[in-house]
């Protein structure tokens, strides 16, 4: 048994809520959120080369990862692997990108299910941003 961080009040170290006050996993000194994240200490103008989220803020927000190589559930950098991406070069169900492997983009090049392109794109319901405006 251990006080809980934000009351005080005595509970399990295996708790994920104090009875007391809510805390979520009150037996930790310190908490920042749920999940997996991994920040390489090498970086590249202040951004890490490698930034590895599947992660939750304690508001249970998602965490996204940011980096010149973003992995996670959201991400946003040089390369990106994602289900939401924003990126230069990126594979993710749902992206913005340069290049992009995808079902859902909007990309200057792109190979997706459905997506925008403005110089080349190969898929099911693949259209250039040029034959989209041509039909209004």
């Known amino acids: 048994m251990k006080p809980c961080r934000e009351c005080r009040h005595t509970v399990s170290e295996q708790a994920m ?3 007391q006050c809510g805390a979520p996993v009150p037996a930790k000194a310190q908490w920042n ?3 997996f994240e991994y920040k390489s200490k090498a970086t590249v103008l202040g951004i890490p080369w490698l930034h590895i989220s599947f992660k939750y803020s304690p508001a249970r927000c998602p965490m996204p990862a940011k980096g010149v190589v973003a992995i996670g559930q959201f991400a946003c950098g040089i ?3 994602s289900q939401f991406g924003i990126g230069l070069i990126s594979v993710s169900q749902f992206t ?9 983009a909007l990309a200057y090049s792109l190979i997706a299910q459905l997506g ?3 110089n080349q794109g190969y898929g099911q319901l693949v259209k250039s941003i040029t ?3 041509g039909m209004f």
């Open 33 to 35: 959120g749920w999940g």
């Open 96 to 104: 913005v990108a340069g290049f992009a492997l995808a079902q859902f």
């Open 116 to 118: 925008l392109y403005v």
């Open 131 to 133: 034959e989209l405006a």
């Open 79 to 81: 390369f990106t692997l």
């Open 17 to 19: 809520a104090c009875p």
